[in-house]
C-alpha cells in the first residue's frame, strides 16, 4: 500500500519560504505556503521557517493567524520551526522585545540570539537523535534552549566550543524544532524527520 501524501503548510509571511517549500517536496509531500486562515485549515501540518521572529510575531497578528495556528496545535498538529520557528514554538522566551508572543507548544526555554550576532554565524556537525550520520547545521543569529520541561525530548546539542552542550533541537510529539537551518544546506533528512511524524500522526 502506497502511503498518502502529507500536505505541508509552509508559513509564507516573512523567512525562508522557497528554501522549506523545496525541501519539503524533495522529500516527497505537497508543500504550501500559507498566509490565510483558510489555506492553514487545509494542510495537515505547519513549517514555521527561519527568519526575524519578532516580525513574524506581528504578521502573525496583522493576518489573524495567532488564534487559528494556536488552534490547530492544540488539537494535534504536527508542526517544526527552524531557528525563529524555535521561538515561535516556545512556551518560554528569554531576550524577547517588549509585547513579543509565542504561539507556544513545546514545553522549553528559549533564549533569543543566543548565539550572538550576524558576525557570529557558524556552522558545525551534530549528532541528531533519529537521523543516521551527523548533520551539517547552519546557525545564523541562532537561539538555543535553556531549558526543557518533561515532555520535551532533546534531539540534539552543540559538541564543541564555547557553546558546547547547548540544546539545539528538540521533539515534543508532533512538534520539532531545530535552532539551525536545514533548509540551506541541501541535506533533507531533518525534512524527512519531519515528514516521518506527520505520516506517523496522521
Not at 28 to 41: D, S, Y
Not at 90 to 114: F, H, K, P, S
Not at 183 to 200: A, K, N, S
Request: proline share 4%; hydrophobic share 45%.
Amino acid at each position: 500500500m502506497t502511503p498518502t501524501v502529507p500536505t505541508v503548510g509552509v508559513l509564507a509571511l516573512q523567512g525562508d519560504v522557497r528554501e522549506h517549500l523545496a525541501a519539503l517536496r524533495a522529500v516527497g509531500a505537497e508543500a504550501v505556503g500559507v498566509r490565510r486562515a483558510r489555506e492553514l485549515e487545509a494542510v495537515d501540518a505547519l513549517v514555521i521557517p527561519g527568519g526575524e521572529s519578532t516580525t513574524i510575531d506581528k504578521l502573525l497578528r496583522a493576518f489573524d493567524l495567532v488564534e487559528p495556528v494556536r488552534e490547530r496545535l492544540r488539537a494535534g498538529m504536527p508542526a517544526y520551526g527552524s531557528c525563529a520557528g524555535m521561538i515561535l514554538l516556545a512556551d518560554r522566551l528569554i531576550g524577547a522585545i517588549e509585547g513579543q508572543q509565542t504561539l507556544g507548544g513545546i514545553d522549553m526555554t528559549v533564549r533569543r540570539n543566543a548565539f550572538g550576532r550576524q558576525v557570529d554565524s557558524f556552522e558545525t556537525d551534530l549528532d541528531i537523535a533519529g537521523i543516521a550520520g551527523t548533520v551539517h547545521a547552519v546557525f545564523i543569529r541562532a537561539p538555543w534552549v535553556e531549558q526543557v520541561g518533561d515532555a520535551a525530548e532533546v534531539l540534539a546539542r552543540v559538541e564543541g566550543g564555547p557553546a558546547a552542550g547547548r540544546i539545539v533541537a528538540v521533539r515534543q510529539g508532533p512538534l520539532l524544532v531545530t535552532s539551525f537551518h536545514p533548509e540551506v544546506t541541501g541535506d533533507t533528512r531533518v525534512h524527512r524527520l519531519f515528514v516521518d511524524i506527520v505520516r506517523e500522526s496522521r
